[in-house]
């Protein structure tokens, strides 16, 4: 079960990981892409940003709970 859990959970990490949308372009790379360094997140961008961070913890600490209750 917490095997199930923990690809459903790594998928939707995978998932909101490449919906973060970056700097476009290969000028973001270099840094002349022309923006502020410093960026607040609103709405949508907001809401992936924290979901990214909640499923990654989840996904830690599902593998430390398939780690230890395995054995």
Partial sequence: ???IA???VSLIL???I???ERSAGLGGVFGGAGG???QTRRGLER???W???VAAVLFAALALANLFLTR
């Fill in 18 to 20: 490449l919906l973060q």
């Fill in 51 to 53: 979901g990214t961070i």
């Fill in 47 to 49: 809401a992936i940003f």
């Fill in 14 to 16: 995978i998932m909101l």
């Fill in 6 to 8: 923990q690809i459903v």
């Fill in 1 to 3: 079960m917490l095997i």
């Fill in 36 to 38: 502020t360094p410093y």
